[in-house]
């Protein structure tokens, strides 16, 4: 049986790979005898002082090179990122967001992963249920970390009810196994009013608290609740007193475990302080904020970082006039930040448009969910200055592509105002509303602003 190759997508310029003469087409088959199953194995195996790989050329002759690469990077890309097929879901949990878009999206919208592997290469959340021991194994001896596991509930029958898969509360043993390797891992409960507050949520932390030091933070976010639900089991948002009730058990959970660990360790998301009406804890509350990515800490952030990036800004009285769209849930913030900007430099008057989310209802409030249709809509007619400045978090990964298919380019010709897309930091923040162009302060001479 001829093996399974990895094709090879690219070769860097003055790399070992080009010295070997291996080109885009070729496929890898084994490095040391051992078949690649994906990309940890290839990276597991080619860091070694020496090694013997084999090749299939494009021609279909196989070539075996002795390469003496002292641990350096051979210099390929291949066309599968994974060196495998990506896993799909085995569960149909109650809270999944997929199952809540209307038809006719992109068909990679639609598609569900719950593979652990993406949890090192992306960050992803897993849920362990399509775990083998094997992945285990694997996962200890390649001393990969941190793995972020999609928990929700540590009452197993809970969690079978919730995941609506009869092998998620046993899934749960695989956490004993990573704590006993040393494996770093980070949690994360997605809140479902009625279903795992309350007391399910004072067991989950109770439980998840005995993981650390190896479980080293746990996020709470609440379910997200779109106007496409028929048919699926009824959720209600959280509300500002569900939100006061979690923030009370977390606040309570955080001063318990920072006196006997060092570690605030249980973390709620920036929308449970909005909701509750709240402000944002200090930036000391947040443990380095490792829980970035799942909102927790976004918005104090922020707020720092815009203050930083000002105080290192002259003051310049160029008049400009702009503005900024975002989710209603950051809004007031952005507000806030844009006052701060133009307190400094008082040229700038910027507008700040919360755009309600009809696309999916209003009850979905963060800006990574709204749409170009819902921009137009609600932007035609305002004044918007020389230009619009749209967060990062609104496309789709390095395109410039909404979740309905529009374009930056489109909205652009249906609002005629220049669009720039803004990254996440303070100091991009800043550098957006002062016009920099590629982190360059821009010309004042004429005041001619160029594209971001």
Known sequence: MSKRGHVIKAVDTGSIAEELE???????????????????????????ESILMTVRKKNGEEWELEIENQYEDLGLTFENGLMSEYRTCRNNCIFCFIDQMPPGMRDTLYFKDDDSRLSFLQGNYVTLTNMSEHDIARIIEFKLAPINISVHTTNPEL??????????GEALSKIDRLYEAGVSMNGQIVLCKGVNDKEELERTISDLSKYLPYMESVSIVPVGVSKFRDGLFPLSPIEKEDAVSVLE?????????????GSHFIHASDEFYILAERPMPEETRYDGYIQLENGVGMLRLLETEVKDALKEEAAVDAAEELSIATGTLAAPFI????????????GRTIHVYPIVNHFFGEQITVAGLITGQDLIAQLKGKPLGKRLLLPECMFRSGEEVFLDDLTRQDVQNALQVQVDIVKSSGQDFVNAVLGYVNNKKPSYDGYELKEI
């Open 22 to 48: 291996l080109e885009p087409g070729d496929e890898v088959l084994s490095i040391d005898g051992h078949e690649l199953e994906d990309i940890f194995d290839y990276e597991y195996y080619v860091n070694s």
């Open 159 to 168: 969690r079978c009810r919730m995941l609506h898969n009869r092998f998620a």
């Open 249 to 261: 058990i977390v606040e309570r959970w955080q001063k318990k475990l920072y006196k006997e660990y």
């Open 335 to 346: 507000e806030q930040h844009a006052r701060l900007v133009s307190d400094k430099f008082p």
